[in-house]
């Protein structure tokens, strides 16, 4: 997915993630470059257009 240079970005902050969880595993998330980690799993899940994108096939 790449993103969308008509949109404004807004920064994902650590305080975003409290709220959310891996799909996969329900473990917490953590903010790791540009991308989240999950603490449980070690799955990697990209941001796009300051965007989680939380689905199981885009994990790396």
Same mark, same amino acid.
């Not at 796009?48 to 939380?54: E, K, M």
């Given at each position: 997915?790449? #993103?969308n240079p008509? +949109?404004?970005v807004r920064r994902l902050t650590q305080q %975003?993630? +409290?709220h959310l969880a /891996? #799909? *996969?595993c329900h473990a917490s998330l953590q903010l790791e470059g540009s991308a989240i980690l999950c603490t449980g /799993?070690?799955?990697r899940y990209p941001v *796009? %257009?300051? +965007?989680?994108?939380?689905l199981s096939g885009s994990a790396h």
């Open positions: 997915m790449q #993103p008509g +949109l404004p %975003d993630l +409290l /891996c #799909p *996969v /799993c070690s799955r *796009v %257009d300051g +965007l989680p994108v939380l």
